[in-house]
């Protein structure tokens, strides 16, 4: 099982970012997938989620209405379209498979808002 996340970097605030989770080794359509961030200090949060079919989405407070999670069920692949960055959301931005008891984590992405 292998999640690899890309997509992050240094962006200044009011920028935009795509990260994407490659994800191999599991049956990935039957998983719910979720991204998560931690930044220094703080506890991981959950930024959004989207399940298996039918792909229903959800997201923390923080970021709704800037973000937007999508998945590609052909390619093995989750997305995190993340709008109007601001600097307090710099953090490692990690992405989860979950189905009933299994779980599973890549091992993230830094995102670094800053002008």
């Known amino acids: 099982v292998q999640l690899v996340e890309s997509g992050g970097g240094l962006v200044q605030p009011g920028g935009s970012l795509r990260l994407s989770c490659a994800a191999s080794g599991f049956t990935f359509s039957t998983y719910h997938m979720r991204w998560f961030r931690q930044a220094p200090g703080k506890e991981r949060e959950r930024v959004a989620t989207i399940s298996s079919v039918p792909g229903l989405t959800s997201y923390a407070d923080s970021m709704k209405g800037r973000v937007t999670i999508s998945r590609d069920n052909a390619k093995n692949t989750v997305y995190l379209q993340m709008n109007n960055l601001k600097p307090e959301d710099t953090a490692l931005y990690f992405c989860?498979?979950?189905?009933?008891?299994?779980?599973?984590w890549g091992q993230g992405t830094q995102v670094t808002v800053s002008s």
């Open positions: 989860n498979a979950l189905r009933q008891s299994d779980s599973y």
